[in-house]
């Protein structure tokens, strides 16, 4: 049924909802640090947890489906899209955050960040120096996000990125400091960030993972990298 229109006064207001999904698990054999490198598609297990998260949807009155050129979000929006009938969009700005150490084994524990080699490149963590900056991501993720709300004015859409885009967007949005600990990130795979909109105006920001039991299942989904 479409979302009616409230009317306050003599202005029309409409109630838009945007979800912003992260993409399922990747298949990464060598546990590499993958970023915006081409041919890292999802896992069987991953495809798996696109399907959840269609699933998840499957009640909403989503008319607008769009995710970032990378094949692992565009293989996740595709049973979302399938599901509504919907062709699937690209939009450059949901892309994965440029890194330094993109196409390289890093995790914490493994000594890259003691490396004396990699101070340079991690001399500011505010920035951050090792990549993309934090205000940019928000910036671009903040376009996409009410480019979508207006797409889907009254309804609707879903945008598929990655882990630290969404993170950054929601803390931009909840006008939180954007450099933060990484291992505080509510932002799992296939989980959905959903902004909800009055409006322009965000009034509401909710959090769910309908493919947590897909994810309990994942021996990477603590360590995924590029994501």
Same mark, same amino acid.
């Given at each position: 049924?479409? $979302?009616?229109?409230?009317? &306050? @006064?003599?202005?029309?207001?409409?109630?838009?909802?945007?979800?912003?999904?992260?993409?399922?698990?990747?298949?990464?054999? %060598?546990?590499?640090?993958? /970023? &915006?490198?081409?041919?890292? $598609?999802?896992?069987?297990?991953?495809?798996?947890?696109?399907?959840?998260?269609?699933? /998840?949807?499957?009640?909403?009155? +989503?008319?607008?489906?769009?995710?970032?050129?990378?094949?692992?979000?565009?293989?996740?929006?595709?049973?979302?899209?399938?599901?509504? /009938?919907?062709?699937?969009?690209?939009?450059?700005?949901?892309?994965?955050?440029?890194?330094?150490?993109? @196409?390289?084994? +890093?995790?914490? /524990?493994?000594?890259?960040?003691? %490396?004396?080699?990699? #101070? #340079?490149?991690? &001399?500011?963590?505010?920035?951050?120096?090792?990549?993309?900056?934090?205000?940019?991501?928000?910036? $671009?993720?903040?376009?996409?996000?009410?480019?979508?709300?207006?797409?889907?004015?009254?309804?609707?859409?879903?945008?598929?990125?990655?882990?630290?885009?969404? #993170?950054?967007?929601?803390?931009?949005?909840? $006008?939180?400091?954007? #450099?933060?600990?990484? &291992?505080?990130?509510?932002? @799992?795979?296939?989980?959905?960030?959903?902004?909800?909109?009055?409006?322009?105006?965000?009034?509401?920001?909710?959090?769910?993972?309908?493919?947590?039991?897909?994810?309990?299942?994942?021996?990477?989904?603590?360590?995924?990298?590029?994501?």
């Amino acid at each position: 049924m479409r $979302r009616q229109r409230q009317v &306050r @006064g003599d202005s029309t207001v409409s109630k838009t909802v945007v979800h912003v999904l992260r993409h399922g698990e990747v298949h990464n054999p %060598d546990g590499i640090l993958y /970023g &915006r490198l081409p041919g890292f $598609r999802l896992s069987e297990l991953g495809v798996q947890m696109a399907k959840a998260a269609a699933q /998840g949807l499957a009640d909403r009155e +989503v008319v607008h489906v769009v995710a970032s050129p990378l094949e692992r979000a565009q293989q996740t929006a595709e049973p979302i899209a399938a599901q509504f /009938g919907l062709p699937v969009g690209v939009d450059e700005r949901l892309i994965e955050s440029a890194n330094w150490f993109e @196409g390289k084994r +890093v995790s914490p /524990g493994d000594g890259s960040f003691r %490396d004396p080699r990699n #101070w #340079w490149v991690l &001399r500011d963590p505010v920035t951050p120096s090792w990549g993309e900056a934090y205000r940019a991501i928000a910036e $671009r993720m903040f376009a996409a996000l009410h480019a979508a709300r207006v797409a889907a004015e009254g309804r609707e859409a879903v945008l598929v990125s990655h882990q630290l885009p969404i #993170w950054t967007l929601r803390r931009y949005v909840e $006008r939180k400091r954007l #450099w933060h600990d990484p &291992r505080r990130r509510q932002c @799992g795979l296939a989980s959905l960030t959903t902004f909800h909109f009055d409006g322009a105006k965000v009034v509401g920001i909710g959090y769910s993972e309908p493919a947590a039991h897909l994810v309990a299942m994942s021996p990477t989904a603590r360590t995924a990298k590029g994501a």
